[in-house]
């Protein structure tokens, strides 16, 4: 059996978390590969409205296994929230969430050098959420870190305090107040949390659940332009949030990787500095804001929103290997009378049709325009309702990336979902 995966085409924010709640039925295990807190997955059904940062996104199916993987940070506080927030739903993940005794743990230090490094930069910030994730990530590749398996060995608490101290010499650097203590009790709580849940070698359990002919969804966070090395560097997070990042984050080969699930928005939007070639900063970017509710889940900050960049997403497919495509927020583009698609750029004087390397050089949008509709599609239930000015905006999607768009989402609800 292999493996599927589902990740986000764009800057984050596709809607993943909704998309992986709609299909846990078909699978036996969802598995979150990469990312930690900084994302926002957002699930709503039964007039329950829910924002997963760490935990998988089938939390909510009570046959499905979760599994956070070794690619993944956690921060034991966040975590406890989380945990406390689902038990509040009635929901208890002690039966079926498992973590990777692999997955890196994010200090209270790690949090601070994040915020003490961020107002370092000024003007030249790459609006981190503030939430350790680059520190940790640093620690992990500079051979530093601490991992979930260390918790339930002797000795943890001397390497918590080794890693500590190495983090106050770095603070010395930078004009910045904090106060450790305040977040360590809380901290040491959540690691207690972390302690009842099944610790596991992920890579083993995961390849056991394939070998098994278990059915395995691998759930991405953060989306392909944020890629630490395929991205608009350096505005972008510390982990590769493309289909590989399935491979190294869950230790899976990559001949067991069977479909490529992604997903992408009708429209863009980015939060946070870096290029946007087809940013709106005019009214029609603010309509799509208000439209889409586009404020960060984990966050809060508002969106960046602009029109579909198809060179962009043309990147990702290839980058990804996509063998299907889901859009979501279809609904938001109801009311516009003319909408756009970037076709190409204009690039030192020449229209190219790619992504560049220079991306965070000017990159001047070439647009195609479509008729939009006025009609409400939220309650459409099948695609033959659907606007035909809607069916051919997508269709000319298809033409152009060349792979079939199987789900159309129209709302933010698991039930507006449609299937093509």
């Not at 107040?177 to 959540?190: H, I, M, P, R, V």
């Not at 230790?251 to 009708?266: D, H, L, Q, S, Y």
């Not at 029609?284 to 208000?290: D, F, I, P």
Request: proline letters at 5%; one cysteine or more; glycine letters at 10%.
């Amino acid at each position: 059996m292999k493996l599927d995966v589902l990740l986000g085409l764009q800057w984050g924010d596709e809607g993943k978390g909704k998309i992986v709640d709609v299909l846990a039925p078909k699978y036996d295990v969802i598995a979150r590969f990469q990312g930690g807190p900084n994302a926002g997955h957002t699930l709503e059904f039964n007039k329950i409205k829910h924002v997963l940062h760490t935990i998988p996104s089938g939390v909510f199916r009570e046959e499905t296994v979760n599994i956070i993987g070794n690619g993944v940070v956690i921060d034991p506080v966040i975590f406890k929230q989380e945990i406390d927030e689902l038990k509040e739903l009635n929901v208890d993940l002690t039966k079926n969430l498992y973590i990777s005794k692999r997955a890196h743990l994010i200090l209270p230090s790690h949090r601070i050098l994040d915020a003490a490094s961020e107002k370092a930069k000024g003007k030249t910030k790459i609006g981190s959420t503030l939430k350790g994730i680059g520190p940790t990530y640093m620690d992990k590749t500079g051979r530093n870190g601490l991992r979930v398996g260390d918790i339930i060995n002797p000795g943890f608490k001397e390497k918590y305090e080794f890693l500590t101290n190495k983090h106050k010499d770095l603070l010395k650097q930078y004009d910045f107040d904090y106060n450790l203590k305040e977040y360590e009790e809380s901290w040491f709580k959540g690691i207690e949390i972390i302690k009842q849940f099944k610790l596991i070698e992920s890579e083993h359990e995961v390849n056991t659940y394939l070998n098994e002919e278990k059915l395995v969804l691998a759930e991405g966070a953060q989306g392909t332009l944020l890629d630490i090395d395929f991205g608009s560097y350096p505005f972008v997070t510390s982990s590769n949030t493309i289909c590989a990042g399935a491979c190294t984050g869950l230790g899976v080969a990559p001949n067991k990787i069977g479909n490529v699930i992604g997903i992408f928005k009708a429209y863009c939007t980015r939060v946070g500095s870096g290029p946007f070639p087809t940013e709106l900063e005019n009214e029609e970017g603010e309509t799509l804001r208000k439209q889409g509710h586009e404020f960060g889940a984990t966050t809060g900050r508002p969106r960046r929103c602009g029109w579909l960049d198809l060179p962009a997403l043309k990147y990702s497919v290839m980058l990804n290997g996509v063998t299907e495509l889901i859009v979501t927020k279809a609904d938001v583009l109801s009311g516009f009378d003319t909408l756009k698609i970037c076709t190409h750029y204009k690039f030192n004087g020449k229209e190219i049709d790619y992504l560049p390397f220079e991306v965070n050089e000017p990159l001047e949008p070439v647009f195609k325009e479509f008729k939009g509709w006025k009609e409400d599609i939220t309650e459409i239930d099948s695609y033959e309702k659907l606007p035909q000015e809607f069916k051919d905006y997508l269709l000319y999607i298809e033409k152009v990336v060349k792979v079939p768009i199987k789900i159309v989402s129209v709302g933010p609800n698991r039930a507006q979902t449609i299937l093509r």
